[in-house]
T-cell receptor
Framework: DAKTTQPTSMDCAEGRAANLPCNHS???????VYWYRQIHSQGPQYIIH???NNETNEMASLIITEDRKSSTLILPHATLRDTAVYYC??????????????FGKGTHLIIQP | ETGVTQTPRHLVMGMTNKKSLKCEQH?????MYWYKQSAKKPLELMFV???????ENNSVPSRFSPECPNSSHLFLHLHTLQPEDSALYLC??????????????FGPGTRLTVL
């Protein structure tokens, strides 16, 4: 089972910041938070990951709360091409190396013109 | 383009056919993965290979048979499939599985329809 909870869907106006929340209240100390997105019927695309510090790259920013029980993915200036399903994934190590990714249902983000 | 290619992109097969899905990565990675995405269901991890050795098999039926001849290529051999096996099959690769910063990159997927 996925270890994360996300809203089923969200709308955001084009050009505005899209803030996607994720709850992961059972996260362990060594588990990372990963974000991927999937545009309809394509392969998932890696966005960003983090452990406890906030992270930023050319695609997005990741804000992780101090207790690490939740995080927010921020797309600073959403465009129509950002419409996709966004997956928040907690990734651990079962002892044999990094686990495969466990996807939940994600958040369907719809960017409105 | 993620550096992971999959062929064919679309495949229609009968239940008695034998077919194979191919994945190739051009990233110099050592780990490769097969995932399955059925309609209205989350992606499910099927198999994990690390340095051409299978390290994870998530209770996948034997009618799915993976093969990893080298670290750049991964196959999924299909035989006597059922209509419920119709899905998007996704391949991914990553540098290795040594630590949790190992990022997976996905191919575009093969859309499989079993008649």
């Amino acid at each position: 089972d996925a270890k994360t909870t996300q809203p089923t869907s969200m709308d955001c106006a084009e050009g505005r910041a899209a803030n996607l929340p994720c709850n992961h209240s059972t996260i362990s100390g060594n588990e990372y938070v990963y974000w991927y997105r999937q545009i309809h019927s394509q392969g998932p695309q890696y966005i960003i990951h983090g452990l406890k510090n906030n992270e930023t790259n050319e695609m997005a920013s990741l804000i992780i709360t101090e207790d690490r029980k939740s995080s927010t993915l921020i797309l600073p200036h959403a465009t129509l091409r950002d419409t996709a399903v966004y997956y928040c994934i907690v990734r651990g190590d079962s002892g044999g190396g990094a686990d495969g990714l466990t996807f939940g249902k994600g958040t369907h983000l719809i960017i409105q013109p | 383009e993620t550096g992971v290619t999959q062929t064919p992109r679309h495949l229609v097969m009968g239940m008695t056919n034998k077919k194979s899905l191919k994945c190739e990565q051009h990233l110099g990675h050592n780990a490769m993965y097969w995932y399955k995405q059925s309609a209205k269901k989350p992606l499910e991890l099927m198999f994990v290979y690390s340095l051409e050795e299978r390290v994870e098999n998530n209770s996948v039926p034997s009618r799915f048979s993976p093969e990893c001849p080298n670290s750049s290529h991964l196959f999924l051999h299909l035989h006597t499939l059922q209509p419920e096996d119709s899905a998007l099959y996704l391949c991914a690769s990553s540098q290795d599985r040594v630590d949790l910063t190992d990022t997976q990159y996905f191919g575009p997927g093969t859309r499989l329809t079993v008649l």
